[in-house]
């Protein structure tokens, strides 16, 4: 059985009259698509802002030795140092670390003379690349849910917990409007594959920082995410960053790991009903669990990753307002 054919059609959301004929006419792909455009045009415009190309010097730390490189300013990532210095750096690289104490995209520009560390999964201090590994889990997650699920099931990506590789699981809240669904192996197993392929895709994971306007404009189909940018905005002199993979689009303060290809092994364990928001709409919280590609485990050791994450994870649920603006990644 496919995932979603158990859902009936039910009562439309209690929202605006416009949000729901926008939502009845728009499926989750035309939805995709659009937000993926606005992103690329704004993405093009702040390139095409930054005018006179100015230098920096960006100081590498790291093997094979300590190097400094010219680069553009507001333009070069730290991919595009990578790519300085080899086709491993590329590859192996999921997060840099900038002036010693800044975790930072590596597909992000640098906007000023730093120095640069390149962070790999093996790196002696692993806890930003780690909490950067689950973050992207929870924004992978949100991706592959929205594509997955049948449009009859108005499912809408709500939150996800800022991310914590204790708790044994990363996260993403959603809403559906049924009550009573509870997943069978077979459809965990289909999500479970869809992560896999995603991250065969070896896709960049891409930021970009947006004015409050435009993201109201990109998000306008979601309540959730609507109602969250105001109070983001407040917190961050006006803007909102957001991340696309693919033409997937979603908010998160980041940062998150360079690629897909940095998620290897992977299974979505659960999706356990935490709330109903009203008469039409149920929360769930779906729960996986991911390991980098050179992470390599026995199946008994991940069956014990697999049963811990099948567990109700106690992160901060987004029953009430605050807590909801409190608790995105």
């Not at 059609?9 to 728009?26: D, E, G, S």
């Not at 929870?138 to 449009?151: C, I």
């Not at 696309?244 to 998160?252: P, Y």
Request: with cysteine; net charge positive.
């Amino acid at each position: 059985m496919s995932l979603c054919t158990a859902f009936r059609p039910v009562t439309a959301f209690n929202l605006p009259a416009m949000q729901q004929i926008i939502k009845r006419q728009l499926s989750y792909a035309e939805i995709s698509r659009r937000r993926s455009e606005l992103f690329s045009a704004e993405k093009k415009a702040q390139k095409e802002k930054i005018g006179r190309i100015e230098r920096i010097e960006v100081r590498y730390l790291g093997l094979p030795q300590d190097t400094t490189l010219m680069m553009n300013k507001g333009m070069s990532t730290p991919y595009n140092c990578a790519q300085h210095l080899s086709e491993f750096h590329c590859k192996r690289s999921a997060l840099a670390l900038i002036d010693g104490n800044t975790p930072w995209d590596m597909h992000r520009p640098l906007p000023d003379s730093c120095t640069l560390q390149l962070l790999t999964f093996t790196s002696p201090d692993p806890h930003a690349v780690n909490r950067a590994f689950w973050r992207t889990c929870s924004f992978l997650l949100g991706a592959v849910l929205s594509s997955t699920f049948k449009d009859i099931a108005q499912l809408q990506l709500h939150s996800f917990p800022s991310p914590n590789y204790r708790s044994g699981s990363f996260i993403y809240d959603v809403s559906l409007a049924q009550h009573d669904w509870t997943p069978t192996l077979q459809e965990l197993k289909t999500l479970s594959a869809e992560m896999v392929k995603l991250a065969a895709r070896d896709l960049p994971i891409e930021r970009l920082e947006v004015s409050h306007e435009l993201a109201r404009e990109i998000f306008q189909e979601n309540p959730f995410k609507s109602q969250q940018i105001p109070n983001i905005a407040q917190k961050n002199e006006g803007r909102v960053v957001i991340y696309r993979v693919g033409e997937h689009v979603d908010i998160s303060r980041g940062p998150m790991v360079t690629s897909t290809r940095h998620i290897g092994r992977c299974t979505i364990a659960s999706a356990h009903p935490v709330g109903q928001l009203d008469d039409s709409q149920a929360l769930y919280r779906f729960q996986g669990v991911a390991l980098p590609p050179d992470f390599i485990v026995n199946h008994v050791a991940f069956g014990i990753l697999e049963n811990r994450a099948k567990k109700l994870n106690a992160a901060r649920l987004p029953m009430d307002e605050q807590q909801l603006q409190e608790k995105l990644a």
